[in-house]
Nanobody, 127 residues
């Protein structure tokens, strides 16, 4: 049973940066693609970014492309989300998630394809 624990959230002014981390335990981290999602109050959970199991390819939602960067360190079983040029509309609870599929070629952006989720970390961007 994999466990995912996010950290790094907080309060930041618009234009600032944060780096989220998600540490995995209890599973074979390097065999699965990983993703970040977010959910703002009153809104559905939405895809933010994903990285292949090897770390060789990444994919981003249009709303964060060019500002956010996802990466992973398989030796540390950790995935990161570097968030720059933050905007008030980035305010949300951010969740990391592990793909259900082993050795997926490419990534998926569908929440239903991710089977394990962290508890979330709050990111608040003030204007």
């Amino acid at each position: 049973q994999v466990q995912l624990v996010e950290s790094g959230g907080g309060l930041v002014q618009a234009g600032g940066s944060l780096r989220l981390s998600c540490a995995a335990s209890g599973g074979t981290f390097s065999r699965y693609a990983m993703g970040w999602f977010r959910q703002a109050p009153g809104k559905d959970r939405e895809f933010v970014a994903a990285v292949t199991y090897s770390g060789g390819s990444t994919y981003y939602a249009d709303s964060v492309k060019g500002r956010f960067s996802i990466s992973r360190d398989n030796a540390k079983s950790t995935v990161y989300l570097q968030m720059n040029s933050l905007k008030p509309e980035d305010t949300a609870v951010y969740y990391c998630a592990r793909d259900r599929a082993l050795w997926r070629e490419g990534v998926t952006t569908r929440a239903a394809d991710f089977g394990s989720w962290g508890q979330g970390t709050q990111v608040t961007v003030s204007s």
